[in-house]
């Protein structure tokens, strides 16, 4: 039995990372529940973690990826640009797993089955 080999993907910006599947899980997790606390608490990160990613998201992009409404327990919701983000993520992490999954079956097969790693 091979072990199964999840491909992530992470985008950097000159050499910074800026994009990868803790950011957009967070952004997937706050579409759902509309609160970057929840989010957050969903994820097990604090609200300053949330805010603090939720805002570098927010500076990346062309326009606001969330957009916050004022007020102690005002929410948040994702801007067309957040849903843009997501989606092209998950467009780009699919292809990737298909353009490389023989490969990744290929090396699955090479590593060392799990109750042998300590030999």
């Not at 999840?6 to 994009?19: Q, S």
């Not at 780009?92 to 060392?112: F, K, M, V």
Request: proline share 4%; hydrophobic share 40%; glycine share 10%.
């Amino acid at each position: 039995m091979s072990a199964e080999i999840r491909l992530t993907l992470r985008m950097d910006v000159d050499g910074h990372p800026a994009l990868g599947h803790g950011k957009i899980r967070l952004l997937e997790q706050l579409a759902e529940s509309g609160s970057i606390s929840a989010a957050g608490r969903a994820m097990g990160m604090s609200y300053r973690r949330a805010w603090l990613l939720i805002d570098a998201l927010n500076s990346q992009f062309r326009t606001p990826v969330v957009e916050t409404r004022p007020g102690g327990g005002g929410g948040a919701r994702l801007t067309e640009m957040g849903k843009t983000v997501i989606r092209c993520y998950r467009q780009a992490e699919y292809d990737a797993r298909a353009g490389a999954r023989a490969p990744l079956d290929e090396l699955a097969t090479l590593l060392r089955p799990e109750n042998d790693a300590a030999s």
